[in-house]
């Protein structure tokens, strides 16, 4: 399979999905991939996407990349992944970026997806980043990553799944390798998600008086979970990435985050997980 065009797609709301997926941007174009980039954040028009799959598509390979929140993708790229056609065989890179506490399921959950769709995931990624509820800590888990080394990894997974492909190789990577932690702890994690970890999240305040109901909170939001009346509300599609409270211009938005940043903290020395970044591919494919 001739690897001449790519479309990397991913929903970012702390910035280094996106930060990783500039990379794999960045790369393709040097090596004359004709690359289409797709914030799922922005609102993209998804039937003309979608469009994109439709043959002959049998040039082009679909990056999608997602954070870890609770040990699973968002669900914006779950519903993405979902609404993709079925039995194109299209190559597929799956790649998440985590917060140095447990990359749980999501890697292995995307594979399964994609792979369920008829697609074949070629390579996959787990890439350190600072940990989304802790950008305001003096010492963040996951300080400085993405850093110089992590985007020579994501280039070079790039490099190699373009390689292999143009040359017309087309085994694709066993999904059960992306899985990280025995059956039992991912059976645990299953259980997990986001309805039953926001009821140990932190209470969020809106201080009425600074806010200027400018609807930054709304525009940032990855999931559409915010509603001006007039000053935000956060309906239950909320998946507490703290976008509204970093991004907004009056400090209006507020939470106190140290009680998770304790639990944080613990799960990271409880998981110890290893190796802190790592791209999958197998070596001939």
């Known amino acids: 399979m001739p690897f001449k065009k790519a479309m990397i797609a991913y929903c970012s709301p702390a910035g280094a999905t996106r930060h990783v997926a ?5 790369q393709c174009r040097s090596l004359g991939i004709e690359t289409q980039e797709v914030d799922l954040a922005q609102r993209p028009d998804m039937d003309a996407i979608m469009a994109s799959f439709t043959p002959p598509a049998e040039d082009l390979c679909l990056f999608i990349g997602s954070p870890v929140y609770v040990s699973h993708a968002v669900p ?33 959950e995307m594979g399964e997806a994609l792979a369920a769709k008829g697609m074949l995931p070629v390579g996959a990624a787990k890439i350190l980043a600072v940990h989304c509820m802790l950008w305001q800590s003096d010492n963040p888990v996951g300080q400085g990553h993405p850093d110089a080394e992590d985007d020579r990894l994501v280039g070079d997974l790039v490099n190699y799944i373009h390689s292999q492909l143009s040359r017309g190789h087309s085994t694709g990577i066993a999904t059960d ?4 932690y025995p059956a039992p702890v991912r059976a645990e994690m299953t259980k997990m998600n986001l309805k039953i970890a926001a009821a140990h999240m932190p209470a969020r305040e809106v201080d009425a008086a600074a806010c200027t109901a400018c609807g930054q909170c709304a525009e940032v939001c990855p999931t559409d979970a915010i ?16 976008s509204c409270m970093r991004e907004c211009p009056e400090d209006a938005i507020r939470a106190d985050l140290s009680g998770a940043e304790a639990r944080i903290r613990a799960r990271v ?6 190796p802190l970044s790592q791209i ?3 070596s001939e494919f």
Do not use: N
């Open 22 to 26: 500039g990379v794999m941007i960045r």
């Open 76 to 108: 914006p790229v779950m519903d993405f992944i979902a609404r993709l056609p079925e039995g194109t065989k299209l190559p597929v890179v799956p790649f998440v970026t985590w917060g140095g506490a447990c990359s749980g399921m999501a890697l292995f």
């Open 177 to 180: 390798d992306l899985a990280h």
């Open 227 to 242: 509603t001006l009346a007039p000053t935000p509300v956060f309906g239950e599609t909320c998946i507490y990435c703290c």
């Open 269 to 274: 020395k409880h998981f110890d997980e290893q």
């Open 280 to 282: 999958f591919y197998v």
